[in-house]
């Protein structure tokens, strides 16, 4: 079946602990990006990836890194997490100029 | 830049009501247009898309036209069900392939 899988579902954790969100798609698809989704603010990209090795900077990347070493992972890393990255994820992936495919989303609250 | 601007929500309907939601763009050249719906507790999922001018995309009993001289794409279904309850989100794919969100509309069904 084709998805986009985005792991954990949810999670909450510490001001400072570093951790990392996964996504995995398996479409062969070549862009994917990172969305981030608050009330009232609607979808904002945060990094997306035109292909392995080529990452760049969405709207809002401040507090997030990223990497492309597969063209099936792009994984999003908080080095250093604070209560204002609280908020809603999307993974999404597609073929370049295409409908996008979205994961399902991870909830994460940062106390 | 490209942009696109969404009606305001929530939109509360009763069932079996008439729809419109109203979404228009600028953009630079020929975009493909989209709309994309999240169910509550879900990703986005495309809805129906448009590539070109006069275009209709449909889906699911929704509706919507590519209008390039009203520069919009609003969503029409004839009769709204309990089940459509959910955030619709109208986007464009702009030159370089980066899908461009409106803020999105929650729609409420009332039985």
């Known amino acids: 079946e084709a998805q986009v899988t985005q792991n954990p579902r949810y999670l909450i954790t510490v001001t400072g602990k570093k951790l990392t969100v996964t996504c995995s798609q398996n479409?062969?698809?070549?862009?994917m990006s990172w969305y981030r989704q608050d009330p009232g603010l609607g979808l904002r990209q945060i990094y997306y990836?035109?292909?392995?090795?080529?990452?760049d900077k969405g709207d809002v990347p401040e507090g997030y890194k990223v990497s492309r070493k597969e063209k099936r992972n792009f994984p999003l890393i908080l080095e250093s997490p604070s209560p204002n990255q609280t908020s809603l994820y999307f993974c999404?992936?597609?073929?370049?100029?295409?409908?996008?495919?979205f994961g399902q989303g991870t909830r994460l609250t940062v106390v | 830049g490209d942009s696109v601007t969404q009606m305001e929500g929530p939109v509360t309907l009763s069932e079996e009501a008439f729809l419109t939601i109203n979404c228009t763009y600028t953009?630079?050249?020929?975009?493909?247009l989209f709309w994309y719906v999240q169910y509550p507790g879900e990703g986005l999922q495309l809805l129906l898309k448009a590539t070109k001018a006069d275009d209709k995309g449909s889906n699911k009993g929704f509706e919507a036209t590519y209008r390039k001289e009203t520069t919009s794409f609003h969503l029409e279904k004839g009769s709204v069900q309990v089940s459509d309850s959910a955030v619709y989100f109208c986007?464009?794919?702009?030159?370089?392939?980066?899908?461009?969100w409106g803020a999105g509309t929650k729609l409420i069904i009332k039985p």
């Open positions: 986007a464009l794919s702009d030159p370089k392939y980066q899908l461009i």
């Open positions: 999404a992936s597609s073929f370049v100029g295409a409908e996008a495919f």
């Open positions: 990836s035109m292909n392995v090795e080529v990452t």
């Open positions: 479409m062969n698809h070549e862009y």
């Open positions: 953009a630079t050249g020929y975009p493909s």
